[in-house]
């Protein structure tokens, strides 16, 4: 079992005009759910048609998931939400591009969201393959490159054990303060206390979900 880490950050954000305070009922709801799904008592709330009736008129979803393409780690499961309840972007890695910080603040911006957590995961394979630093050629590099940074960090810590989960946290890291550096909008909204950004780990053998704080 890997040790947990918590990093957790709270970029504050400052937004549009009407936004509402982000307020820590969000990672309360989230990780309310997370520990339903990690008792098998999930409730798969707002899976229902009414639920889905409801949301065809319009979304309004309490927080945002970046999190990994992987199979593994699907929010709506691991969190126990349903429809409408999470604005969720996936992309191998849990990258930052600018196609999912565009997506994060429409999220945030047009849609109200007030909480944003960077999901990394144990057993990441695009990890993995940014630490063994091969090509594979095609689109595969860019998700390589981007995560390149936080692999080198993780190889040049003296600490020897646990390489792969070490570098995907540095990983989270590095989103972290990418969305911080690359999107305004974010940030902005993270300064006026209207967006609360953090980062997480999620626990491919037990399920668990495990804030995590920035930096070491
Ligand atoms: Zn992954």
């Not at 954000?13 to 008792?39: E, I, K, V, W």
């Not at 927080?63 to 691991?78: H, K, N, Q, W, Y």
């Not at 969305?179 to 967006?195: D, H, Q, V």
């Amino acid at each position: 079992m890997l040790r947990p880490i918590v990093m957790m950050t709270a970029l504050a954000l400052a937004a549009t005009s009407n936004a509402q305070p982000a307020t820590p009922d969000q990672l309360q709801r989230l990780m309310a759910g997370n520990a339903r799904y990690l008792s098998g008592q999930s409730t798969h709330l707002n899976q229902d048609h009414a639920r889905r009736a409801e949301v065809a008129k319009g979304q309004k979803p309490f927080a945002m998931v970046l999190s990994c393409a992987d199979s593994r780690v699907p929010p709506e499961i691991l969190f126990d939400q349903g429809l409408g309840d999470l604005f969720v972007v996936r992309v191998a890695g849990n990258i930052a591009d600018s196609n999912a910080l565009g997506s994060l603040e429409y999220g945030a911006q047009v849609l109200g969201a007030r909480f944003l957590m960077v999901l990394g995961h144990e057993y990441c394979g695009a990890v993995d393959a940014a630490l063994k630093g091969g090509r594979a050629g095609g689109n595969i590099d860019s998700v390589l490159d981007a995560i390149a940074p936080a692999a080198g960090r993780a190889k040049a810590d003296p600490a020897k054990t646990d390489l792969l989960d070490r570098a995907m946290v540095e990983n989270v890291r590095e989103v972290l303060m990418a969305i911080s550096k690359r999107s305004p909008a974010l940030a902005g909204m993270a300064a006026k206390g209207e967006l609360k950004i953090v980062g997480a780990r999620y626990d491919l053998d037990s399920g668990a979900v495990t804030p995590v704080t920035a930096g070491k």
